[in-house]
């Protein structure tokens, strides 16, 4: 069964900076593609950033490059993305995601129930 608890969202100031958790199952962790989308009110998922069980990164969104670093932690089964220079626009629902086929996180068929980034000016 997947399985994925995020948290570490909150409120910063714009240029600030935040790391998010996702605690997965150990099948997960071991089997899956992970990544990170967001969903802000009224748009549509944008994929945030996805990382392979053998820490490729396959994909980042064009309007988070250069901004945002992340990791696996194999001893704690956690995907770690930690987002710099936060802007406003990047306010969103953050989810953590996984699927088998690693790919824009967007699209993939599980994820978890979120946390919210409010970034002020």
């Known amino acids: 069964q997947v399985q994925l608890v995020e948290s570490g969202g909150g409120s910063v100031q714009a240029g600030g900076s935040l790391t998010l958790s996702c605690v997965a199952s150990?099948?997960?962790?071991?089997?899956?593609?992970m990544g990170w989308f967001r969903r802000a009110p009224g748009k549509e998922r944008e994929g945030v950033v996805a990382?392979?069980?053998?820490?490729?990164?396959?994909y980042v969104g064009d309007s988070v490059k250069g901004r945002l670093a992340i990791g696996r932690d194999s001893a704690k089964n956690t995907l770690y993305l930690k987002m710099n220079s936060l802007k406003p626009e990047d306010t969103a629902m953050y989810y953590c995601?996984?699927?088998?086929?690693?790919?824009?996180?967007?699209?993939?068929?599980?994820w978890g129930q979120g946390t919210q980034v409010i970034v002020s000016s």
């Open positions: 990382v392979s069980t053998d820490g490729d990164i396959p």
């Open positions: 150990d099948y997960t962790y071991n089997k899956y593609c």
């Open positions: 995601a996984a699927d088998r086929i690693c790919r824009d996180p967007s699209d993939f068929g599980t």
